[in-house]
């Protein structure tokens, strides 16, 4: 895969369009071993048993799946201790991904992280990066560091909160590791580990193992790139007041401020707002205490970096904050995030990862949208001075539904005014605009690299669960079809969230409460909304796609490239047009170049072959 005049092309030089599915939701948890024990977790089986293989990845393949992004955690490849890799999940994961190739899908590996860790509330990084800093990882929940699914019973009354767990980037675990792992050198300097600053010793550890990993599967001819991290975040970085909350992705529940966040887990009871997030935005509703035991996460012998680097003190017994802005300031400016912190290790990683291979394609992607990340660029901005063959892979969810597991197509509302919005085709023309918005700072800031989209999908237990009852999919339908038309509209190479290969009604994804798998008890959900025709494999350029599926007619524009002898390739189910579709071309009729179409059933696409055409193409067809 190549990237030629800032677009995804094949060896034949044909425009790529991908579309697949993230694989999968599972894979963030391991298959055995709980929060205690983290030394002896195994994730061989994620994201399915290897005599399981060949069934997933032929489904994948027959439903048109052309890339997959394949997720892996940096627990899964080195829980066990720094540089202790676990050769035998490399092992397992290197059969996966030669079957793959053998299908002929692509794959790009994403090392994936959800509020850094399993025990700060997500997954991603080994239990050690905590305890490195002298934290005890069993406490977490206790002095309020953490709100993690396993252990809210033992703290709090009732079940796990729905969508809770985007709440811990501002609980002190998961916002104290982002902000040393990206700023520890300008943030608390005087923060050592064995001997090195956080910061230098905490990246140098992710490098190494991404890098090692990629060392032992780069010979899977599947693997056409590497993501750099899933949905970073600055953690601390950027807050200009520690008194209240900031660079929050959603409000709910029992929230500290920043400082409030520091002084709990130093052992301090801290009375913090809990809030309550809608339409409007969100509000306090109470005051609730954090730590009610007093407990201090720290072993003996460590104590808080902030509280090192004189962020705050207590040595008079009362806690008391003495750089309320001390994460506001890069070098005596404001901070940018994205570009003063996660560009340069975008770069850097790029750069250690292309050791093992040169070619590699890159995929970045900014910090997770949120209604309180809105205040600086989500994206770092890219120059011709910095690394090429790059790809932003940006995420995109429909809020409204991902939160309240709601949906209507003619109701919902802007996260950017709180304005209603009401009716169909206003509601579409919303995500339209969303998706555009993304494309055009690419295009702005980002050097027009190629932009896809990867993570957008839908929560299946939407709804009050009502689908699981009735077996009735066809509002998924409606609300997978319209993400989908907006994909089109805008061109976009997209991946859906997720196919999770263990998903049940009861258990959904296996993590958090989320169920998002268009794959559950053997068979695809939904699938009328997401198993649609699209062109593959481009001799020319795309100009216009469009998909009715309710008159199964799918419309397709192309600038045909005369010099490109491959055909291209249109994946065209038999569920979408029946055995036999009708196809027409129409082509400007003056010139006498030859161009046809060959329907394949075996292989479910449609090849249009061009011998000297030149000029603009439409390709229709239908039942």
């Given at each position: ?9 094949d ?8 579309r ?20 002896t ?11 399981d ?40 994961l ?26 700060t ?21 206790a ?7 396993e252990?809210?019973?033992e703290?709090?009354?009732?079940s796990?909160p ?10 002190y ?13 300008t ?13 230098d ?10 890098r ?6 780069k ?15 600055p ?31 130093s ?14 935005g ?47 300031l890069?070098?005596?400016r ?7 912190f ?5 770069i ?6 292309r ?7 890159i ?25 090429p063959?790059?790809v ?13 597991k ?46 896809l ?6 929560p ?10 009735t077996?009735?999919?066809?509002l998924?339908?409606e609300a ?11 061109l ?28 559950s ?6 699938m ?5 025709p699209?062109?593959m ?69 449609v ?17």
């Amino acid at each position: 895969m190549y990237i030629i005049d800032r677009k995804l092309k094949d060896e034949q030089g044909r425009n790529v369009l991908f579309r697949g599915c993230n694989l999968g939701g599972s894979s963030k948890n391991p298959v055995q071993g709980g929060l205690s024990s983290w030394k002896t977790v195994s994730f061989i089986g994620r994201p399915f048993p290897l005599e399981d293989a060949e069934a997933h990845l032929e489904r994948l393949r027959r439903w048109g799946f052309s890339l997959i992004r394949f997720i892996i955690t940096w627990e899964a490849l080195e829980h066990a201790g720094p540089g202790v890799y676990d050769e035998s999940y490399l092992a397992y994961l290197r059969k996966i991904l030669i079957l793959m190739g053998e299908k002929g899908i692509s794959v790009f590996i994403d090392p994936h992280q959800d509020v850094w860790s399993r025990w700060t509330g997500g997954d991603g990084a080994p239990a050690w990066t905590l305890e490195k800093l002298g934290m005890d990882v069993d406490r977490l929940d206790a002095v309020g560091a953490a709100l993690t699914r396993e252990r809210y019973a033992e703290f709090h009354r009732g079940s796990y909160p729905r969508m809770i767990w985007p709440t811990n980037y501002n609980r002190y675990g998961a916002a104290t590791m982002f902000s040393l792992f990206f700023g520890g050198n300008t943030y608390a300097p005087e923060t050592k580990i064995d001997g090195e600053s956080a910061q230098d010793w905490l990246q140098e550890r992710y490098l190494a193992c991404m890098r090692h990993c990629y060392r032992r599967l780069k010979t899977c001819k599947a693997i056409i790139g590497w993501g750099v991290m899933n949905e970073p975040h600055p953690g601390f970085i950027g807050c200009t007041d520690l008194h209240g909350l900031e660079n929050y992705m959603v409000a709910a529940g029992p929230m500290p401020g920043g400082f409030q966040a520091m002084i709990a887990a130093s052992g301090h009871r801290v009375l913090a707002p809990v809030y309550s997030t809608g339409i409007l935005g969100e509000r306090i509703v109470r005051h609730e205490i954090i730590n009610p035991q007093g407990l201090s996460l720290f072993k003996e012998g460590y104590s808080c970096p902030w509280k090192q680097a004189g962020v705050w003190t207590d040595t008079q017994g009362e806690p008391q904050l003495l750089k309320p802005d001390h994460f506001a300031l890069f070098q005596d400016r404001p901070v940018c995030f994205a570009d003063d912190f996660l560009k340069p290790f975008m770069i850097r990683f790029t750069e250690r990862m292309r050791d093992a291979d040169e070619r590699t394609l890159i995929f970045i992607e900014g910090i997770p949208q949120g209604q309180g990340c809105t205040a600086q660029p989500n994206h770092p901005n890219w120059t011709e001075d910095n690394p090429p063959g790059i790809v932003n892979a940006f995420h995109w969810y429909d809020g409204p539904t991902l939160f309240t597991k709601f949906f209507r197509p003619w109701f919902s509302f802007r996260t950017d005014t709180k304005k209603i919005i009401l009716g169909r085709r206003k509601v579409a023309a919303y995500f339209v605009e969303q998706l555009a918005r993304s494309i055009a700072w690419t295009k702005e800031k980002m050097g027009n690299m190629p932009c896809l989209l990867g993570e957008f999908g839908l929560p299946f237990d939407m709804n009050g669960k009502s689908a699981f009852k009735t077996g009735d999919y066809r509002l998924h339908e409606e609300a997978i079809s319209m993400y989908y038309d907006a994909i089109d509209e805008n061109l976009l190479h997209a991946l859906i969230w997720n196919y999770s290969a263990d998903n049940t009604h009861k258990d959904g994804d296996r993590w958090n409460g989320e169920d998002l798998s268009i794959f559950s008890r053997g068979e695809g959900r939904a699938m009328d909304g997401w198993r649609r025709p699209y062109p593959m494999a481009v001799a020319g350029e795309i100009l216009e796609l469009r998909w009715d599926r309710k008159q199964g007619l799918f419309r397709f524009r192309l600038r045909a490239d005369s010099k490109i002898s491959a055909p291209t390739e249109i994946y065209a189910p038999p569920e979408c047009f029946g055995t036999g579709p009708k196809i027409e071309i129409h082509r400007d009729a003056a010139v006498t170049a030859t161009v046809t179409a060959e329907y394949k059933p075996e292989e479910r696409r449609v090849f249009i072959r061009n011998e000297g055409y030149r000029g603009d193409l439409e390709i229709i067809i239908s039942r």
